[in-house]
T-cell receptor
Framework: KQEVTQIPAALSVPEGENLVLNCSFTDSAIYNLQWFRQDPGKGLTSLLLIQSSQREQTSGRLNASLDKSSGRSTLYIAASQPGDSATYLCAVRGTTDSWGKLQFGAGTQVVVTP | DAGVTQSPTHLIKTRGQQVTLRCSPKSGHDTVSWYQQALGQGPQFIFQYYEEEERQRGNFPDRFSGHQFPNYSSELNVNALLLGDSALYLC?????????????FGPGTRLTVT
């Protein structure tokens, strides 16, 4: 059974500092891994999707890496801003999940202080 | 192009009652998945509907049921509500197109059971 873990559960950094968020998964048989952002009480906004054959994906200040063999992904956010304050969730889709079912971690709550 | 929409936004029910939540998928999508997100946790997969049939189901009791209509919109029904059913309910739509069942999430319905 796939288990997805995100450590730390919460993180506070001063504005301008780089953010490093970690995600680990127990079963390396994944189809893809996705990072989401969630503002309090709101839905999920997709940030980056990494296919299992890829090592990383980049979008603006965001960069996500994937090491499937070790069951790890890292989301880097450069030069953090107060607007980056949110909960960040990672989710994996297994190779046997033919129709896209996602398995989520519990998230890392990020606060960026001015 | 409207994204995934959900109604209502918030709902308060009493233990033992029944509730119906609604979801309209993103244009061009034919598959709807439902997730439950308890406070401080990641979303948990409830079930998925395709061609008006339940195609996949997570580890949720039969009190949770759903329906999909010919226009691909979907309902989630929960009977005999328990206090533990209080959560954010997220709908995600997808299709087996170019992006291969990538899930697009709605804003969610916040259910409070008292």
């Amino acid at each position: 059974k796939q288990e997805v873990t995100q450590i730390p559960a919460a993180l506070s950094v001063p504005e301008g500092e780089n953010l490093v968020l970690n995600c680990s998964f127990t079963d390396s048989a994944i189809y893809n891994l996705q990072w989401f952002r969630q503002d309090p009480g709101k839905g999920l906004t997709s940030l980056l999707l990494i296919q299992s054959s890829q090592r990383e994906q980049t979008s603006g200040r965001l960069n996500a890496s994937l090491d499937k063999s070790s069951g790890r992904s890292t989301l880097y956010i450069a030069a953090s801003q107060p607007g980056d304050s949110a909960t960040y969730l990672c989710a994996v889709r297994g190779t046997t999940d033919s129709w896209g079912k996602l398995q989520f971690g519990a998230g890392t709550q990020v606060v960026v202080t001015p | 192009d409207a994204g995934v929409t959900q109604s209502p936004t918030h709902l308060i029910k009493t233990r033992g009652q029944q509730v119906t939540l609604r979801c309209s998928p993103k244009s061009g999508h034919d598959t709807v998945s439902w997730y439950q997100q308890a406070l401080g946790q990641g979303p948990q997969f409830i079930f998925q509907y395709y061609e008006e049939e339940e195609r996949q189901r997570g580890n949720f009791p039969d009190r949770f049921s759903g329906h999909q209509f010919p226009n691909y919109s979907s309902e989630l029904n929960v009977n005999a509500l328990l206090l533990g059913d209080s959560a954010l309910y997220l709908c995600a739509s997808s299709s087996n197109g170019q992006r291969g069942y990538e899930q697009y999430f709605g804003p969610g319905t916040r259910l409070t059971v008292t």
